[in-house]
């Protein structure tokens, strides 16, 4: 019996142990069970067991921080499905390449409503598609579509925000659900919680989008953008402000912030507890309250003080002398004091939880900015501080490089979204991480010209390589009576005895034919004749192909292509191109000489005959003088030597409609050049020694040719004033120096120079 009631006992025992590991949390309910405190208990309740207490909210809501403010993921789950019901979308799913093989990567702008005018910035983006190389103005030769209606603010509260704008959207024959379609957002949601919700559906159109939601954000398909503001320049930009070879000294600042504080509602959690940091030394932290219409209804006790200390400080004074610049969120997860920050070389400080930053997709962020979080914002100032000097400079480095090469203008942002995705569709093709996140930058490489990296001229350093040996002479020979003059003969064989001369390519711009076969000279290396293009004129047009009713066409000599001369031929097989005029006069010692100068500098272009811009403040425009003078930032193609890579990036990075203006011109082909490689470089090319009596038969015009009238120069002051115009800022750079051969007019033994030719009297 007794060993009964042990065994009896054991098993009750063994029964409320097993109850106790099992289901204890249910008999804690029960009223005998004494309650632990509410206070002390650090857990949160199981309020998912339904059994016990029915929810009516998820679990994430309830364990949040109460902000009402704060978009529930409920919210947020709905407005992502609302804002893009193709979520799941792809290029190879959602994008339809078949569009981009026959005609290439064109862009389409839809036709304006007149009903319906655009923001001033929506404007620019269109402007910019408009008048870039990308732009078709027939639908079917499209491979992408951009929407002519006004889709950048979506805020219903704003005055920008188009009614009905699904409606009209969906009205259009090339919607096809937004396939093949890129819209453009910098604003979405509104008050309070600032979802990303366009107000109508985008079908499996893209996205290029501020303040990017990384959970909302589709990899490979969408494209994050920079907000930028309603001033931004459309073209050029102000450059940045850290000046080539100058190492800036220990700024007065270490990290600084100036602006917003909001009291109430989304983004202000952030920016309230940015004073914590503040220590009025190395780190200033400034915030107002005083913004928006009912401020002082919530001001709270630090209002005022705030608002005191705020003004005390200039915010460009700020941005000049810090180091470090903390970029917050605001409302949305953007701001404006990105591009700013960017700008002025303070290395960003991210305070943005979530944030797709702008073109992730190229662009190495880790180089450029610090991101941190918004809930370790007390550690921001120790992680600074332990950046090392060096490092300090790399970035700032890389901050002055990407805003000029991607966020100056409106134009830079619009063409590397476009090029970001025309690498989508050419994987094999597409630029590397490394061109984009290093000079000149990926709009600037071209992939259509090659994919490796040791045939650009300005990656031979970074990837331990040089140019080729030998170099192609190019001749642009426009005889007006169909033969060659013997100036001309000379020449060809002076370059042909160089001793780094691997071919001459003879470039045809004249109406006659090119004489026979026999009548050119012997030479030691090949000979090759082009036959260049030419275009029919028509008297009573104002513009090649457009003819006003009731006017009579009346055929005109052909208008030859002088930007020609800077096609892409596929006869030249080497790295370098001598480009020559029919009136140049040199010796083959001052090309051997200028060729091996330019071994050494194969990213500039290194010839002869020099000029020099300047601003003149009367008229309040550029011009340029080709007088003897200590400067130079122009040096005329006539005779030059440059890599054969600036003619892709002359004939197909420059639109159809600059290389028109440079053929309807006189010689503002040799301008339009240096512009170029002096925008890509930030370099001025250089000049070499020449023999005087040649330097003057280059510098004088021909008599009886167009170049010598006064109409010519004017042409050209014309030409420099419009392409810049074109470029949004005077791209040249001026030098003083000028190369000569090693004793070059020394006095010593003329046998100890290897150049002895260029000193002959």
Request: hydrophobic letters at 35%; glycine letters at 6%; charged letters at 20%.
């Amino acid at each position: 019996m007794q060993t009964r009631k042990k065994y009896i006992l054991l098993t009750f025992l063994a029964s409320w142990l097993l109850l106790f590991l099992f289901g204890g949390d249910r008999l804690r309910r029960f009223a005998f069970f004494p309650r632990r405190n509410a206070a002390a208990r650090r857990s949160w309740p199981r309020w998912a067991d339904r059994t016990v207490l029915h929810s009516f909210a998820e679990l994430q809501e309830l364990q949040g921080d109460g902000n009402s403010a704060q978009p529930s993921p409920r919210a947020r789950r709905a407005a992502q499905l609302r804002a893009s019901q193709g979520s799941r979308c792809r290029m190879e799913s959602c994008f339809d390449a078949s569009r981009c093989q026959k005609h290439g990567f064109k862009v389409f702008t839809y036709p304006r409503d007149r009903g319906e005018p655009v923001s001033e910035s929506y404007g620019k983006i269109l402007a910019s598609i408009e008048r870039s190389r990308y732009h078709t103005p027939r639908p079917d030769e499209a491979c992408l579509f951009v929407l002519g209606i006004d889709t950048l603010d979506r805020d219903p509260l704003s005055a920008h925000y188009v009614r009905s704008a699904e409606r009209k959207i969906r009205s259009s024959p090339l919607w096809n659900g937004g396939r093949n379609h890129l819209i453009f957002n910098l604003y979405a949601g509104t008050w309070p919680n600032y979802t990303e919700e366009l107000g109508f559906d985008i079908g499996h159109a893209m996205l290029a989008k501020a303040s990017f939601y990384s959970q909302n954000f589709r990899p490979g398909f969408d494209v994050s953008i920079p907000l930028f503001p309603r001033e931004h320049p459309q073209r050029g930009g102000q450059s940045g402000w850290l000046r080539r070879d100058s190492v800036p000294p220990q700024k007065k600042y270490l990290l600084v912030f100036k602006g917003k504080r909001y009291l109430t509602g989304i983004g202000s959690g952030t920016r309230n507890a940015l004073h914590h940091i503040h220590n009025g030394r190395d780190i200033v932290s400034l915030t107002t309250c005083r913004h928006g219409k009912d401020w002082e209804r919530h001001k709270d006790t630090r209002c005022d003080q705030d608002n005191a200390d705020y003004e005390k400080f200039d915010y460009q004074e700020l941005l000049h002398n810090s180091t470090f610049c903390i970029v917050p969120r605001g409302r949305r997860l953007g701001s404006f004091r990105f591009l700013e920050a960017l700008q002025a070389a303070c290395i960003p400080v991210l305070l943005s939880d979530g944030w797709e930053l702008p073109f992730s997709e190229a662009i190495d962020w880790g180089k450029a900015a610090v991101v941190g979080s918004e809930r370790l914002l007390l550690q921001i100032p120790s992680t600074v501080r332990c950046i090392r000097p060096e490092r300090v400079l790399a970035f700032q480095q890389q901050t002055q490089f990407l805003w000029d090469a991607y966020f100056s203008s409106v134009d830079k942002i619009v063409h590397t979204t476009l090029e970001i995705i025309r690498d989508r569709l050419i994987p094999h093709r597409s630029r590397s991480r490394f061109v984009w996140n290093t000079l000149p930058g990926g709009l600037l490489a071209l992939p259509d010209f090659s994919t490796h990296l040791g045939d650009f001229p300005f990656y031979y350093l970074q990837h331990g390589s040089g140019p080729s040996d030998k170099f192609t002479a190019l001749l642009r020979a426009a005889p007006s009576q169909g033969s060659l003059s013997q100036h001309t003969l000379r020449l060809i064989q002076a370059v042909s005895r160089s001793q780094y001369c691997a071919q001459i390519l003879v470039l045809w711009s004249s109406e006659n034919p090119p004489p026979p076969s026999g009548t050119w000279p012997q030479t030691t290396v090949p000979l090759t004749i082009i036959q260049g293009r030419t275009k029919v004129r028509r008297a009573g047009c104002r513009e090649p192909g457009h003819t006003p009713r009731g006017t009579s066409q009346t055929e005109l000599p052909p208008l030859l292509q002088l930007s020609d001369r800077f096609f892409p031929y596929a006869a030249i097989g080497t790295d370098a191109v001598l480009s020559l005029d029919e009136h140049t006069s040199l010796s083959t010692t001052e090309v051997d000489f200028a060729f091996v100068v330019w071994r050494s500098f194969p990213e500039r272009i290194v010839g002869f005959s020099a000029w020099s811009h300047f601003w003149d403040p009367e008229q309040k425009r550029w011009g340029y003088t080709s007088r003897w003078t200590n400067k130079l930032s122009i040096v005329l193609t006539t005779a030059a030597f440059y890599h054969r890579y600036y003619h892709s990036l002359f004939t197909e990075y420059l639109p159809a409609g600059l290389r028109e203006l440079v053929d309807s011109l006189a010689a503002c082909e040799d301008i339009l050049m240096n512009l170029l490689v002096a925008a890509v470089t930030k370099l001025p090319p250089i000049k070499v020694t020449q023999w005087k009596q040649h330097t003057e038969a280059v510098s004088q015009p021909v008599k009886g040719t167009v170049a010598g009238s006064t109409r010519r120069f004017s042409q050209q002051q014309d030409c420099l004033n419009q392409l810049v115009d074109w470029f949004g800022s005077m791209p040249l750079v001026s030098s003083q120096l000028r190369l000569d051969p090693v004793l070059f007019k020394d006095q010593v033994s003329v046998l100890r120079k290897k150049y002895r030719h260029l000193e002959k009297p």
